[in-house]
C-alpha cells in the first residue's frame, strides 16, 4: 500500500493538471491505455486532420459551378492515415515517456492500468502485467474519460467505432454508420468526400437532433442529397455475409456492406472504477455527480471531462482541469466552474456550431425572447461562395438584447461563433455587438452582424 | 437653378442614406459612373468572388500533400467573369431603376453626370448628355469616391487598373502588377491562382508594407515562391513589342508581358468637384477635411468614404454615411464618428487581417506595449491544415492588458479577426478575453486564445 498525496486517474485533460507547482507532490497516475486521452488519440485532434483532408477532396466537386474545372484523381488514404497518426502517436508516446522518465516527474509514479476503488481514496490498480497494486491517497482526481456506446444488433459482425475507424487498413467502398449525432455527421462527411458510398442508419427522423430544429432539418436536408439516410428505423441484427456485412433494420430493409460504424453515443468510464467502494455518486446517466468546483460525493475526491461532463468536449473538460488544478493547490479560496456558455462545432459539410439555448429549450424554460436568422447568400461572402444553404440563427431577449443562443450552419461557423460566445460570456447586448464595432467587408462575419441586426428587439 | 433640401454627390455608401424619413425632402442624387459606386462595382464584391473562385483552383495542389490528388484542369475564365458580373451589373442597374423610377424615390432627382461647385452649396452637373444643370441644396453630402492613381512611365501602352481587369476578354498568360499594396497581392493571388504568371513591380522592398513589419515580411518572403517579385527598383518606360508589352525598370532589367495591371493606389475624387468654389477643404493628400461629425469647412456640406477617409475601406464609408445620415436628420444631436478601432483585410494567399497599432507605430507612438504571436502550426486545426507560415501578433497595454492592435496571416484571417474587433472595440482586457469564455477545441480561434495567453503581462 502505497500512499500518495495525489492520483490523477486518466491522462487526458487530469494529465495537464501536474505543473511545477505540484513538484513537492508525491503524485501517481493511472492510465489504462495511451496516453493523452480521447481527444489527442481517438477523437477531436485525428477527426479534425481527417476533415480537412476531406475538404481537399470535395473542393474540386464544388468549383465546377464557379468555372473552375478540377478533377479528384484519388485519395491515398494509407498516407492520410500515416501522416495523422505519424503526427499523433509521438505525442501520446512522448507524452508517456515524459511522465515516466522526465527530471521534471521524479515525484510522479506511472501506474498503466486500470483503477477501482477499494475504500475512500483507496484504489486497486490492474496492471497490464496481470499484477495488481493497492495505493491510497490525499487527494484523487477522477479524469478517466468516457467510451463508445454499442448498441444490440451487432454481436454477429466485425465493427469499428471512433476508436478504431481511423485506423482502418483500407478505404472500403461501403460504410453504414450507426447514429446521427456529431461523430456520425464527421465521419460520414470525412469517408463520403473520400469517395466511400455511406448509409446512416438513425432511430429519430433526423441528424443531429440535439442542434437547434431549424439547424437539425436543414442539415438533414442536405445529408440526404449526399448519404444514404435510413432514419426512423432500427437495427434489428446483423450477418456476414459473401462480399461484405449485411444489416438488418425494422422496416424489413438492409443494408450491405463493407465497414459497419457504430457511432450513437458514449458513456462515461465511471462503471469501471467501483465508484460505490469510494463514495462517489454517479447520476443515473452514469456521470459522477459534481458540484461547482468539482468536487465529488466523497472527500478529497475531485472528477472532470468526460467522466463527470454531460457535454463531452475538450474544451470544457480542460476548463474543468484548471478549476481542479486550482482548487488542488487554493484549498481555502476554491474557484467554480463555468458553464454557462458552453458551444460545441460539429466539423462537417456544413459544418455546424452553436452556443446557448435552441429555440426549443427556450420555449421549455418559458423564457421570453425574439429569434432571427440571416442566410449567407445574402451577405458579401455568401455570394461569393455561392452558398445557398447556410444561415446563422440568434435567440434574443427581446428587451435587454442578451444573447441566449447561437446557431450556425456554414463554411466556418466554428470560427464565426466565436464573437457571439464572447457577446454572452461578458454580457454584450446585441444591439451594441452589432453597432459598436467594426464588421469588415465583405468579410463572412457580416453573417453575424446582419443576424443581429436582424433581431426585432425593443 | 433647382433647389433642394438635400443634394447626395456619389451612390456608393452615399446612396444608403436615403429612405424612408427622407421622404418629404426634395432629394437630388448625382452619379457621374454606375450605380452602386467602388465596392460594388469593381471593389471588394467582385474582388472576393474572384477570390474565393481562386482558391477553389488552387486547391488540387494542396492537396497533394495531405494524400489528396487532385487536377486542375482548367479556369472557364468567361464563365468565371459572367457568373460574377452576371450577379453585380443587375444590381448596378436595379439600384439606378429604383432612384430613377420607383415611388419610392418620388421625392428625388437623379443627376447621371459630373458635379462641380459653382458657388456655396451651390453645383453645376456637366450631365452625360453633354448639357449642365446648376442646382442648390440647403445640404450636401459628397460621397464622390476615388479613383486609381497611374504612374509615370505608361503612356505609350495599355494597361489596367482594378476598373477593367475583372472583365478582360480572356486570361492572359503573363501579366505585370505594378504596386505591391493590397489590391496588388489580391489580384497577384486572383491570377496566379487561375495559371497567369505574375510579376510584381514594386518601389519599395516588401509587400504590405503598411502591415505589421512581421506580416509585411512573411507575406513578402510566401509571395517570392509563387510570383516573381521585382522589389526596389521602379517602373522607367514600356512599349509595345511583338507579342506583348515590355516593362523597363531602373535596374536596367526588363519585362515582357501580356498585360499591364496597375495597382499602386488610389486617390480621392476631391479633384473633380472643383472643391475651393463650394468652400470645402482638402487636406495635401486630396481628402475633404471633416470634424468627427463628418462636417467639412463648409456650413452644410458633409462627406463620407473615400472622398474624405484616408482608410478607403467600405465599413468605414458604410459607418460614417450612418452617422451623416443621423446627422443630417437629427441636427440638434449630432452623433461622431468612430474611428478608434478600424479593421481591414487582405483577401490574398494567405489572408491578412489587422486592427489598431503595429508595432512600428506603437514605438513612433512611444506606448509602453507587449506583443505575442501565435502560430497556426501551433493549434490543433493548424496541424490539421499543415499550415507552417501563419501567425497571429497581438499587442497590448502589459498593466491593463487592452489590447493595442492585432495581426494575423494565415486561412480565415477576417474572420479570426473579429473577436479582437469586439474586444477593443468594447475594452475587454487580454486575459478576461482568453480565461472568461470558451475557444471550441480544436477550431481555429484557439490560435487567438493562445495568442492572448502569449502575452506577457505584469
Known amino acids: 500500500?502505497?500512499?500518495?498525496?495525489?492520483?490523477?486517474?486518466?491522462?487526458?485533460?487530469?494529465?495537464?493538471?501536474?505543473?511545477?507547482?505540484?513538484?513537492?507532490?508525491?503524485?501517481?497516475?493511472?492510465?489504462?491505455?495511451?496516453?493523452?486521452?480521447?481527444?489527442?488519440?481517438?477523437?477531436?485532434?485525428?477527426?479534425?486532420?481527417?476533415?480537412?483532408?476531406?475538404?481537399?477532396?470535395?473542393?474540386?466537386?464544388?468549383?465546377?459551378?464557379?468555372?473552375?474545372?478540377?478533377?479528384?484523381?484519388?485519395?491515398?488514404?494509407?498516407?492520410?492515415?500515416?501522416?495523422?497518426?505519424?503526427?499523433?502517436?509521438?505525442?501520446?508516446?512522448?507524452?508517456?515517456?515524459?511522465?515516466?522518465?522526465?527530471?521534471?516527474?521524479?515525484?510522479?509514479?506511472?501506474?498503466?492500468?486500470?483503477?477501482r476503488f477499494t475504500g475512500k481514496r483507496e484504489l486497486e490498480v490492474a496492471l497490464r502485467d496481470g499484477s495488481t497494486r493497492s495505493i491510497t491517497a490525499d487527494r484523487v482526481v477522477l479524469a478517466a474519460g468516457g467510451r463508445p456506446v454499442v448498441p444490440a444488433g451487432l454481436e454477429d459482425v466485425p465493427f469499428h467505432t471512433s476508436d478504431t475507424i481511423m485506423r482502418l487498413d483500407e478505404l472500403p467502398a461501403r460504410m453504414v454508420i450507426v447514429g446521427t449525432g456529431f461523430v456520425a455527421a464527421e465521419f460520414a462527411h470525412v469517408f463520403s468526400s473520400f469517395g466511400v458510398d455511406v448509409t446512416v442508419l438513425g432511430r429519430s427522423g433526423a441528424m443531429l437532433r440535439q442542434e437547434d430544429a431549424d439547424i437539425s432539418a436543414r442539415f438533414t436536408e442536405l445529408a440526404r442529397q449526399k448519404w444514404?439516410?435510413?432514419?426512423?428505423?432500427?437495427?434489428?441484427?446483423?450477418?456476414?455475409?459473401?462480399?461484405?456485412?449485411?444489416?438488418?433494420?425494422?422496416?424489413?430493409?438492409?443494408?450491405?456492406?463493407?465497414?459497419?460504424?457504430?457511432?450513437?453515443?458514449?458513456?462515461?468510464?465511471?462503471?469501471?472504477?467501483?465508484?460505490?467502494?469510494?463514495?462517489?455518486?454517479?447520476?443515473?446517466?452514469?456521470?459522477?455527480?459534481?458540484?461547482?468546483?468539482?468536487?465529488?460525493?466523497?472527500?478529497?475526491?475531485?472528477?472532470?471531462?468526460d467522466i463527470s461532463s454531460p457535454f463531452e468536449l475538450k474544451h470544457v473538460a480542460n476548463h474543468e482541469a484548471r478549476v481542479v488544478q486550482h482548487n488542488l493547490l487554493n484549498p481555502d479560496s476554491p474557484i467554480e466552474?463555468?458553464?454557462?456558455?458552453?458551444?460545441?462545432?460539429?466539423?462537417?459539410?456544413?459544418?455546424?456550431?452553436?452556443?446557448?439555448?435552441t429555440e426549443r429549450a427556450a420555449k421549455a424554460q418559458g423564457l421570453r425572447y425574439v429569434s432571427a436568422t440571416q442566410d449567407y447568400a445574402g451577405i458579401a461572402y455568401g455570394w461569393a461562395m455561392e452558398d445557398t444553404s447556410g444561415f446563422a440563427k440568434l435567440l434574443a431577449d427581446p428587451v435587454s438584447g442578451q444573447l441566449l443562443g447561437a446557431h450556425i450552419i456554414g463554411p466556418q461557423a466554428s470560427t464565426l461563433i466565436q464573437p457571439l460566445i464572447q457577446a454572452m460570456s461578458f454580457g454584450l447586448d446585441a444591439r451594441s455587438?452589432?453597432?459598436?464595432?467594426?464588421?469588415?467587408?465583405?468579410?463572412?462575419?457580416?453573417?453575424?452582424?446582419?443576424?443581429?441586426?436582424?433581431?426585432?428587439?425593443?
Chains 1, 2 share one sequence.
Open 337 to 357: 466552474a463555468d458553464h454557462r456558455f458552453v458551444p460545441h462545432a460539429v466539423f462537417s459539410s456544413p459544418q455546424v456550431a452553436a452556443v446557448g439555448l
Open 228 to 305: 444514404d439516410l435510413r432514419l426512423d428505423t432500427t437495427l434489428t441484427g446483423s450477418a456476414v455475409v459473401p462480399g461484405g456485412i449485411r444489416v438488418d433494420l425494422a422496416d424489413g430493409s438492409s443494408v450491405e456492406t463493407d465497414v459497419v460504424l457504430v457511432a450513437v453515443g458514449r458513456q462515461p468510464n465511471s462503471d469501471l472504477l467501483n465508484l460505490p467502494a469510494g463514495g462517489v455518486d454517479v447520476t443515473t446517466t452514469g456521470h459522477v455527480v459534481v458540484d461547482r468546483t468539482q468536487r465529488t460525493s466523497a472527500e478529497g475526491v475531485w472528477a472532470l471531462g
Open 433 to 458: 455587438m452589432a453597432r459598436g464595432q467594426y464588421w469588415i467587408h465583405p468579410a463572412m462575419p457580416e453573417l453575424i452582424e446582419n443576424a443581429l441586426l436582424n433581431l426585432p428587439l425593443d
Open 1 to 115: 500500500m502505497t500512499h500518495f498525496d495525489l492520483v490523477v486517474v486518466g491522462t487526458g485533460s487530469g494529465n495537464s493538471i501536474l505543473d511545477s507547482r505540484f513538484a513537492d507532490w508525491r503524485v501517481a497516475v493511472v492510465e489504462k491505455g495511451v496516453f493523452g486521452g480521447t481527444c489527442l488519440n481517438v477523437g477531436c485532434i485525428p477527426t479534425k486532420m481527417f476533415v480537412h483532408t476531406a475538404e481537399l477532396a470535395a473542393a474540386p466537386a464544388a468549383g465546377a459551378k464557379l468555372g473552375v474545372d478540377a478533377e479528384l484523381k484519388g485519395v491515398r488514404w494509407s498516407d492520410v492515415r500515416d501522416r495523422i497518426f505519424g503526427r499523433i502517436d509521438p505525442i501520446a508516446v512522448g507524452g508517456r515517456e515524459y511522465r515516466l522518465a522526465h527530471a521534471d516527474n521524479a515525484n510522479v509514479t506511472v501506474f498503466e492500468g486500470t483503477a
